[in-house]
């Protein structure tokens, strides 16, 4: 099992990124797959999930609502996270992982600041 996060960096506040986590080694398509971030001196905690039946509502953090979308590519197996009007808050590790698989990516930093 592998999962794969990628897309972050510095951006300015205001801005935008877009997070890709690509998973192997599991049934992709049959897991919700969830968005996970852990900020500085911070707990881990959840961001963003998107059920794996199409057409079901994604859950969104309060802290993230409006701002953050999640979406997902079976066939790429990969899940998405497009995030705008960054804060600097929102500087943290991303990590994502899926619902019925024990693994935790690398994550990828993203880092809000001017």
């Known amino acids: 099992v592998q999962l794969v996060e990628s897309g972050g960096g510095l951006v300015q506040p205001g801005g935008s990124l877009k997070l890709s986590c690509t998973g192997s080694?599991?049934?992709?398509?049959?897991?919700?797959m969830t968005w996970y971030r852990q900020r500085p001196g911070k707990a881990r905690e959840l961001i963003a999930t998107?059920?794996?039946?199409?057409?079901?509502?994604?859950f969104y953090d309060e802290s993230v609502k409006g701002r953050f979308f999640v979406s997902r590519d079976n066939a790429k197996k990969t899940v998405y996270l497009e995030m705008n009007n960054l804060k600097p808050e929102d500087t943290a590790m991303y990590f994502c992982r899926a619902s019925g698989v024990n693994s935790w990516g690398q994550g990828t930093q993203v880092t809000v600041s001017s």
């Open positions: 080694g599991f049934t992709f398509s049959r897991e919700q």
């Open positions: 998107i059920p794996f039946i199409l057409g079901l509502t994604p």
